[in-house]
C-alpha cells in the first residue's frame, strides 16, 4: 500500500486534513494530488463535518511542488505545438481539484507554521481563512524557478491582499512574514507557536461547527459571490440565497437556545447525490426499446 500523505481525523464535528510528510517539508508530488482531492470530493459529497482544518506536521506547511514532479512521466512537455497543447488540459484538471477545496460546503481554515511557499501559497489561498505562526513565512517561489505560478495563486492572492503587494510578491518571489501578512489581512491572527496555533484554530472551527449550517454554507456562498460581482448583484443573489434557504425552525431554535442558556441544535447538511448514483437509471438499451421512441 502507498505511503498516505494527508491523514484525516473527524470530531465534534470538525474535519482535520493534516499534510503529514514532515521529513519532505509536505512538498506535492501527484500521490498527494491524487489523495486531497478523493478526500475533498468525499467531504463535499458526505458533509460529514461543519468545518475543515487544514494543518500540517513537521517544521514547515508546505515546500510548494516537490521538484521530481518536474522530471516525472507528467512533467510539462514543451517539445511541440501538440505537446505544449496538452498543458492547459493538465493544469486545469489540477486547478479543479483547489476549485473544490475553494468550494467546500464548509469553511476552511488553514493553520499555517513555518514556509509556506510555492503550492503551498496556492492551496492557502483557496481556504476561507488563514492563520500562521509567528515563524511562518508565504513565497510564491514559481518566480524563482522561473515560471510563473499556474494554480490559483496570481488570481486569489490579488482579492485577498493589496493588488500591488501581490504583484510584488508574483514577480520578486520575496518572502511573506507572518506579521506583515497579518497587518495586510492575508491571515486573520498569528499565534506564539504551532501549538498555540492550532489549539486557535481548533476553537474558531468548533465555533463555526455550532452554527447553523444551512446559513454558514449560505454565507460563504454570498460572500465569495460579492467578491467577484457588484452590490447591486450581490444583493440580488443574497435575495434568492434566503428565498430558498430560509429556515424558520434553525431560528427558533437559535432564539429558544439563547434563552434557555443551552447549546443549540442544528440538522447537519443532507449528503449530496448525483444523477448518476440512482441505481434504477435507465440504460440506452432500455430507451431504445420504447416504442414511442422506434415511431
Known amino acids: 500500500m502507498p505511503e498516505s500523505r494527508i491523514r484525516l481525523e473527524i470530531a465534534d ?7 503529514d510528510r514532515p521529513a519532505q517539508m509536505n512538498a506535492i508530488d501527484p500521490p498527494f494530488w491524487r489523495e486531497l482531492d478523493d478526500i475533498l470530493a468525499t467531504l463535499q459529497r458526505d458533509a460529514p463535518a461543519r468545518a475543515l482544518v487544514l494543518d500540517a506536521t513537521g517544521k514547515h506547511f508546505c515546500a510548494g511542488m516537490s521538484l521530481d514532479a518536474f522530471s516525472s512521466s507528467i512533467a510539462l512537455d514543451d517539445s511541440s505545438a501538440a505537446a505544449r497543447a496538452n498543458i492547459a488540459p493538465m493544469l486545469a ?10 468550494e467546500l460546503r464548509m469553511p476552511v481554515l488553514a493553520a499555517i507554521q513555518g514556509g509556506c511557499v ?8 483557496a481556504a476561507d481563512m488563514r492563520y ?6 508565504f513565497c510564491v517561489q514559481e518566480i524563482n524557478i522561473g515560471m510563473a505560478a499556474d494554480l490559483g495563486t496570481l488570481q486569489r492572492l490579488p482579492k485577498l491582499i493589496p493588488e500591488g503587494i501581490a504583484r510584488e510578491l508574483a514577480y520578486t518571489g520575496r518572502r511573506l512574514p507572518a506579521e506583515r501578512a497579518h497587518a495586510l489581512g492575508l491571515v486573520n491572527e498569528v499565534f506564539d507557536d504551532a501549538g498555540a496555533l492550532l489549539a486557535g484554530v481548533m476553537q474558531v472551527a468548533r465555533e ?5 449550517p444551512v446559513a454558514v454554507w449560505a454565507s460563504k456562498q454570498a460572500i465569495d459571490y460579492a467578491r467577484d460581482h457588484s452590490v447591486a448583484d450581490g444583493l440580488r443573489q443574497m ?6 434557504l430560509w429556515d424558520t425552525s434553525a431560528v427558533a431554535e437559535a432564539i429558544r437556545a439563547r434563552a434557555q442558556k443551552r447549546e443549540p441544535s442544528f440538522p447537519d447538511l443532507v449528503p449530496l447525490r448525483y444523477f448518476t448514483d440512482a441505481a434504477d437509471a435507465p440504460s440506452r438499451a432500455d430507451t431504445d426499446s420504447d416504442p414511442a421512441r422506434r415511431s
Open 13 to 19: 464535528r470538525v474535519a482535520r486534513l493534516t499534510l
Open 118 to 125: 510555492g503550492g503551498g501559497v496556492d492551496l492557502v489561498c
Open 132 to 137: 500562521c505562526s509567528r515563524d511562518a513565512f
Open 208 to 212: 463555526i461547527a455550532a452554527k447553523p
Open 239 to 244: 435575495g434568492w440565497l434566503q428565498s430558498g
Open 93 to 102: 484538471d489540477m486547478q479543479r481539484t483547489l476549485d473544490r477545496l475553494a
